[in-house]
């Protein structure tokens, strides 16, 4: 398995301000994803974290609200930008390890916006 | 295009089997997972099967695959009160992007 923190753990913040979630890992690792997993719902994928070079978005998810960094084989930061009550989620941070596709993830950050 | 459906809600007793299904539409699936969401929790990767496999038993975690059907079930023997959460079924392909798709996961409530 692997060892994966998130910062913060949970945030209550306001309309229109950003909030810059951190994702650390035990050791390194190529895969790194960034989920989101609103109230009652199933997770849906953000982006691919890459390192050294623009995150890969998918469908619905854009730069200018989400961007991401990861400088690292070990870090990424997802930052939620000019939120809105509609972003209330858990976002949570995941890794591939291993020679079988298996993902873990993060405990999540648990996001309201008021 | 992928999709993954699961039945929302099943209810035990404790010492009972509980067994949680999960269809998927993606017939190029590689590896088929359960995960594990306590209440406040993250994801907890219980187990995993890979296509080629019918069966695979791992304590009280039964995971049974019928690929024709593309049908996916997760039994758990002896259901106990800290089994009580919701569990997710996801697929992959193994195009070597690794993301998964999720089900809308299944609440399992152990009563005592």
């Known amino acids: 398995s692997a060892v994966i923190s998130q910062k913060p753990s949970r945030d209550i913040c306001q309309r229109g301000t950003s909030l810059t979630i951190q994702c650390q890992v035990d050791?390194?690792?190529?895969?790194m994803f960034w989920y989101r997993q609103q109230p009652g719902q199933s997770l849906t994928l953000i982006a691919t974290?890459?390192?050294?070079?623009?995150?890969?978005?998918e469908s619905g998810f854009v730069i200018d609200k989400f961007p991401i960094s990861r400088p690292n084989l070990t870090f990424s930061t997802l930052t939620v930008s000019n939120m809105s009550p509609e972003d209330s989620s858990i976002y949570l941070c995941?890794?591939?390890?291993?020679?079988?596709?298996?993902?873990?993830f993060g405990p999540g950050t648990r996001l309201t916006v008021l | 295009g992928e999709d993954v459906e699961q039945s929302l809600f099943l209810s035990v007793r404790e010492g009972d089997s509980s067994v949680i299904n999960c269809t998927y539409t993606d017939s190029s699936s590689t590896y088929l997972y359960w995960y594990k969401q306590e209440p406040g929790a993250g994801l907890q990767l219980l187990t995993y099967?890979?296509?080629?496999?019918d069966m695979k038993q791992d304590q009280r975690l039964t995971v049974l695959l019928n690929k024709k059907d593309k049908h996916l079930s997760l039994r758990i023997a002896d259901t106990q009160t800290g089994d009580s959460a919701i569990y997710f079924c996801?697929?992959?392909?193994?195009?070597?992007?690794?993301?998964?798709?999720f089900g809308k996961g299944t609440m399992l409530l152990v009563s005592p």
């Open positions: 996801a697929e992959s392909i193994n195009s070597g992007y690794s993301t998964l798709t």
């Open positions: 995941s890794v591939v390890r291993g020679t079988n596709n298996e993902q873990f």
């Open positions: 099967i890979f296509s080629n496999m």
């Open positions: 050791s390194q690792v190529t895969m």
């Open positions: 974290a890459n390192q050294g070079s623009e995150a890969t978005y």
